[in-house]
């Protein structure tokens, strides 16, 4: 399945349906007089988040939307069908944005939730609302009320408990195949991992959401590399793991950089809480990590846990470390365990 986290799409309610100018004319009926039924209300254009879903790639190729007018209203009184609502399916933590992309419209972060972005327009008045004692024959009515339209941008965050951010060829692929049920394609050269990938971690008996991003690298926040159009799947996690090669050059200068990148793309990003890993331990004589390990520490890390993606050294460590960041209860959990009380449904995970 391809990746797509931002499409541009046009959508229109449904106009409302015209009223009728219609009279009696029933034989063996007099007094006749007007009978025209009001026109039917037009189609709400509602978004509804479903699971299932980690991707806007359908919208590529279908970017109108358009719902049914109203139907006429009649004679005899009749009133004209109301149109069905047309219903957009968007993936949970999809916004939607007005053209200019400076408004947020709409903020999908549950399951089920629903905004009507535009109203359907109201049915016109039929001539038979318009008879009076003094105006008997009446041949005005309404056409009915037009149908809305706009232009809007879908902009996808993916709902992630954690996210993994770190220089390309940092091995967090490699770390999130390890820990996850993610399939994240491995090699030995940067930006392997070209769109974001999500995994579901199962560890003591707990299940969280792990997000991976493209690597960072200086300048990202003015377009270099990949730059940081994808920073956004991590706005919403509660921790960060941020991987360290310790083959590289200058591991806490490496540090540094991703650290500037995400204070550069939002401040509040450098506030959440963040695991500094030293990862590729298996590389390095314990000596070397205890080094390395002191020098993130003197560059503002916290603490530091010493792992390998490859062989799992360490990773449990971490993972506890997790834990203690995490609600009592995750999303993931809490939907899983919604499932089991509802019955068997068949499986579903946020990998699509």
Request: charged residues 25%; aromatic residues 6%; glycine residues 14%.
């Amino acid at each position: 399945m391809h990746f797509l986290d931002q499409a541009k799409i046009y959508v229109r309610s449904g106009a409302g349906g015209p009223g009728a100018v219609s009279f009696r004319r029933e034989k063996f009926i007099e007094y006749g007089g007007p009978d025209g039924g009001n026109g039917g209300k037009g189609g709400d254009v509602v978004f509804e988040s479903v699971p299932g879903l980690n991707t806007l790639i359908d919208f590529r190729y279908t970017q109108h939307f358009r719902a049914k007018r109203g139907g006429h209203g009649m004679g005899r009184n009749r009133t004209g069908a109301s149109a069905p609502d047309l219903v957009v399916q968007v993936p949970v933590g999809t916004q939607i944005l007005d053209e200019e992309r400076e408004h947020v419209l709409a903020d999908f972060t549950e399951v089920g939730q629903r905004v009507v972005l535009l109203e359907g327009g109201m049915g016109g008045r039929g001539n038979a609302s318009y008879a009076t004692s003094t105006n008997r024959a009446p041949r005005q009515h309404q056409p009915g009320i037009p149908a809305q339209e706009m232009a809007v941008w879908l902009r996808l965050k993916l709902l992630a408990d954690v996210g993994l951010v770190g220089l390309p060829n940092a091995g967090k692929s490699t770390f999130i195949n390890q820990v996850s049920n993610a399939r994240a394609k491995v090699g030995d050269y940067a930006f392997t991992t070209l769109v974001p990938k999500l995994g579901v971690v199962r560890h003591r008996d707990r299940e969280f959401v792990i997000a991976d991003i493209p690597g960072l690298i200086e300048g990202a926040s003015d377009g270099a590399g990949i730059g940081d159009r994808f920073l956004g799947h991590i706005e919403r996690c509660r921790v960060l793991i941020h991987l360290v090669d310790i083959s590289g050059a200058d591991p806490a200068e490496a540090m540094g950089i991703v650290a500037r990148e995400l204070e550069a793309y939002d401040e509040h990003l450098a506030d959440k809480p963040c695991l500094v890993t030293l990862n590729k331990v298996d590389l390095a004589d314990a000596e070397l990590v205890s080094a390395f390990a002191a020098e993130l520490k003197e560059a503002g890390a916290q603490r530091v846990f010493p792992i390998s993606g490859a062989t799992g050294q360490g990773i449990d460590a971490l993972l506890d470390a997790v834990l203690d960041h995490l609600p009592t209860r995750t999303a993931t959990e809490t939907a899983g365990a919604a499932e089991d009380d509802a019955g068997p449904q068949g499986d579903w995970s946020p990998l699509g």
